[in-house]
């Protein structure tokens, strides 16, 4: 029988994509996705895996703590990549508890019974599961904002600005100490801003093209000049693939695109993409583009350096923006049309 993989969150963005990917390139496992179908998560986002026998899909929560026992030894889990979470910086702005409790307790709860049932005692792994892991999926934004020049690296202190960056900064540090304290086998991957097909609706990309096509005005925060280091999804896939694989146990490995783009060049990007692609009846999209009051505690700059996994284990972004947006693009077009 093959071998079982738990993965959390699979019915969101970046989740769903890594399921396709990963039961494409990996046979030999049986992947269980656990996802408790919130409003960021649908099983339209996984018609894909339609007549998998290497796939199941379970509707739960991650703060279940005896559901997640039961769950453990029903499929004798070898191994969990843990993307559930909550993840939207303005709800975590409005109502924060939801994000605490989810990404902190949830992660706990999750790393706890995979220690409980992989190991005995601190440094011991039950005979045949030495090589189980624990794969946290985290965020740049929990290294706060950066001015004008400079990096995020897996150096970088932690200093999140919201209560979103918080939650997800304190569950990193939570699996960082099951690593320095029990010896459990874990990594994490901290990624910079993703975007691509199955995106949830409401995110800046999808937005974008959402108000385009429906005549609406595009909202830009501020003046537009966040910058963000956008990164394809599925090159984020093959990245959590190498490091769930390949990476160094207890490390940490930041995944980004090397793509810094500002919201406004994004917006004009997409409204000139969209004018070839659609054309409207009269006007430019670029007409609808207005600005709004920006958001508390809204961070000016991320970006990744991501020498440490392009060295190690041979990562490199497949899509640059002005490829990866153009899928994005004709993905929505199909979606929304």
């Known amino acids: 029988m093959n071998k079982a993989v738990l993965i959390t969150g699979g019915a969101g963005f ?30 339209d986002n996984l018609t894909e895996t339609e007549g998998n026998n290497n796939y199941t ?8 703590r005896p559901f997640l026992d039961e769950l453990f030894k029903k499929y004798d889990f070898r191994g969990v990549i ?23 307790m949830g992660t706990f709860n999750l790393l706890d019974t995979a220690r409980n049932y992989w190991m005995t005692a601190p440094q011991q792994y039950k005979e045949g599961y030495e090589d189980c892991r624990f794969h946290h999926i985290s965020t740049d934004e929990v290294y706060g904002t950066l001015g004008e020049e400079g990096l995020f690296t897996e150096e970088t202190p932690y200093a ?9 900064a304190s569950s990193d540090l ?19 801003n993703n975007y691509g097909p199955k995106q949830h609706i409401e995110k800046l990309i999808p937005t974008i093209i959402r108000k385009a096509l429906a005549g609406e005005n595009i909202p830009i925060y501020g003046k537009g000049d966040n910058v963000r280091d956008w990164l394809y999804v599925l ?90 947006i153009v899928k994005t693009i004709e993905w929505y077009l199909h979606k929304l049309t």
């Not at 269980?32 to 649908?42: E, F, I």
């Not at 999140?160 to 997800?168: E, I, L, T, V």
């Not at 930041?254 to 006007?283: F, Q, S, T, V, W």
């Open 57 to 64: 899909f379970v509707q739960g929560d991650i703060c279940d």
């Open 235 to 324: 090159d984020h896939c093959k990245g959590i693939e190498l490091v769930y694989k390949n990476g160094r146990a207890g490390e940490t490995y930041n995944i980004g695109g090397r793509n810094e783009r500002n919201n406004l060049y994004i917006a004009h990007k997409i409204c000139e993409l969209m004018d070839e692609m659609k054309p409207k009846a009269e006007g430019k999209y670029s007409d609808q583009i207005a600005f709004v009051k920006d958001r508390p505690g809204h961070d000016m700059r991320y970006a990744i350096d991501a020498s440490k996994i392009e060295n190690e284990l041979g990562w490199k972004a497949d899509e640059n923006f002005e490829t990866g």
């Open 174 to 192: 939570v699996v960082r100490s099951y690593f320095h304290t029990y010896g459990m086998n874990v990594v994490t991957t901290n990624c910079s």
């Open 160 to 168: 999140p600005n919201s209560p979103y960056s918080a939650s997800k």
């Open 14 to 43: 970046i989740g769903s994509n890594f399921i396709i990917h990963f039961l494409e390139n990996n046979p030999d496992w049986f992947v269980v996705n656990l996802d408790k179908l919130t409003y960021a998560g649908t099983l």
């Open 82 to 104: 843990h993307f559930a979470a909550e993840s939207h910086v303005d709800n975590s702005i409005s109502g924060p508890e939801a994000f605490i409790r989810t990404n902190v």
